[in-house]
């Protein structure tokens, strides 16, 4: 069983810039939730997807939006970089919705906005 | 107010020490996740508690529902257990809160 992958590790924008970050889930696991974490902070949650269907977003605005597709793989999109969308980006994949059921974290994607 | 607080936010140990980390949280729950975090930006996922206790290893959880409180314990701490420990809250029907996390650093 792999684990979580996310891509790529390192990414350096300017602002006003739009960035795709790519995750990749455990096989079989059918919801992925995406996480934003600001130095020293702990990690917000930016939205959740179920079997390729948007469940439950955080306060994030639209520009930040998301896909989920058949292959457990998926992608947090974000338009219009602003610089205080540096941050790592985690990806968790999990077996089902639920707040009880354990997380897989990836790696992080940490991205560094000029 | 945050809605999960951790503390102590920092906490340096010597090696063999017993360490607690606690988390107090402010809203209705199903279950509380303690998560573990190196430099570099990896979580791994220790417990989930919904009730009780759970021990793995030298690590042991614990939450009382009613006073909306959980510890994390580490028995005879080691330089490998340096990490952040962030604590993780899910209201019913709702996502995961995050604490702000605890640096522990143990020193040999």
């Known amino acids: 069983e792999t684990g979580v992958t996310q891509s790529p590790t390192h990414l350096i924008k300017t602002r006003g810039q739009q960035v795709t970050l790519r995750c990749s889930s455990q096989?079989?696991?059918?919801?992925v939730s995406w996480y934003q974490q600001a130095l020293g902070q702990g990690p917000q949650f930016i939205f959740q997807?179920?079997?390729?269907?948007?469940?439950g977003r955080g306060n994030f605005p639209p520009r930040f939006s998301g896909l989920q597709f058949p292959n457990y793989s998926s992608e947090l999109n974000v338009n219009a970089l602003e610089l205080d969308d540096s941050a790592l980006y985690l990806c968790?994949?999990?077996?089902?919705?639920?707040?009880?059921?354990?997380?897989?974290f990836g790696p992080g994607t940490r991205l560094t906005v000029l | 107010k945050n809605e999960v607080e951790q503390s102590p936010q920092n906490l340096t140990a010597q090696e063999g020490e017993f360490i607690t980390i606690n988390c107090s949280y402010s809203?209705?729950?199903?279950?509380l996740h303690w998560l573990q975090q190196h430099p570099g930006g990896g979580i791994v996922s220790l417990f989930m508690?919904?009730?009780g206790k759970k021990k793995h290893g030298r690590l042991i959880a614990t939450i009382n529902i009613q006073e909306k409180h959980s510890s994390l314990h580490i028995t005879a701490s080691h330089p490998r257990d340096s990490a952040v420990y962030i604590c993780?809250?899910?209201?019913?029907?709702?996502?995961?809160?995050f604490g702000t996390g605890t640096r522990l650093q143990v020193f040999p």
């Open positions: 968790a994949s999990s077996l089902d919705r639920l707040s009880t059921d354990t997380q897989y």
């Open positions: 096989s079989g696991h059918n919801t």
């Open positions: 997807y179920y079997r390729e269907e948007e469940n």
């Open positions: 809203v209705g729950i199903s279950a």
């Open positions: 508690l919904s009730s």
């Open positions: 993780a809250v899910g209201p019913w029907g709702d996502k995961l809160i």
